[in-house]
């Protein structure tokens, strides 16, 4: 069976998502949303006669609350693992206040409604990938291989499944604004990224290994052409100055 990648709309029109991967031999969650997403991503598993109790893997892309928000309640509810990286896991378990680097407009004003900052349920990922590690996730039902993709946060991580499927978190986004709505098939940076040119060496690198296809945490998938034009302009771009 080719697993299955299920958008889980955290807020609508594609401005935030999570994902399911389905398989025949296991289920893995792919970030968590905000605080309170749980009932959300309760409803998807059900559409597909699943339970909490069927994720074998939570994965944490980066630390940012509208990606791992509700990351401790769902380990409590699943029994599932979290694995997320080193270098941002002083944020995950509130040893050290993120700072922000703004992309643009949209960035300042998001940071101004006070979501980014709200505060989630502290944790410890049960298992820490440094740099140079990698995960085979086909030990948990899915087959793919988990990576450190640094530049949106420093502890970012990808999930590259062998349909030539990623799962980026905010490496790239879609849209306007923060994501999504409309003109979903051009590539933007997202609302916040501490290094743009790191990031555009990830998207690089993913590139570089096989990736035809982008599935982001804002925004609609994006095809390997798009994301080529966008990793090459990030690879111009001037360092971003944190808030």
């Not at 598993?45 to 069927?54: M, Y």
């Not at 450190?148 to 879609?174: F, K, R």
């Amino acid at each position: 069976m080719k697993p299955k990648i299920v958008q889980i709309p955290i807020l609508p029109l594609n401005m935030v998502n999570a994902y399911l991967i389905l398989n025949s031999q296991g289920c893995i969650l792919v970030d968590t949303g905000f605080p309170g997403s749980e009932t959300k991503i309760r409803k998807m598993l059900s559409r597909f006669g699943l339970s909490f109790k069927d994720i074998n893997l939570i994965i944490i892309t980066h630390a940012h609350v509208d990606h791992a928000g509700s990351a401790a309640l769902l380990r409590e509810l699943s029994g599932a693992p979290i694995v997320a990286h080193a270098d941002d896991r002083k944020y995950f378990n509130g040893s050290a206040r993120m700072a922000f680097c703004p992309t643009g407009f949209s960035g300042r004003a998001f940071l101004k409604t006070g979501l980014p900052l709200k505060p989630y349920v502290e944790f410890e990922p049960d298992i820490l990938l440094s740099t140079d590690d990698t995960l085979d996730t086909s030990h948990y039902g899915v087959p793919g291989l988990l990576r450190h993709t640094t530049g949106h946060t420093a502890g970012s991580i990808s999930l590259e499944l062998s349909t030539h499927d990623a799962l980026v978190g905010d490496l790239v986004a879609s849209g306007i604004l923060i994501g999504g709505m409309i003109r979903t098939k051009h590539a933007i940076r997202p609302p916040f990224e501490d290094n743009p040119r790191a990031v555009g060496l990830s998207l690089q690198r993913l590139l570089d290994s096989g990736t035809t296809c982008f599935f982001m945490g804002h925004g609609a998938p994006l095809g390997s052409m798009e994301v080529q034009r966008h990793a090459k302009a990030l690879m111009m771009a001037k360092p971003q100055i944190s808030v």
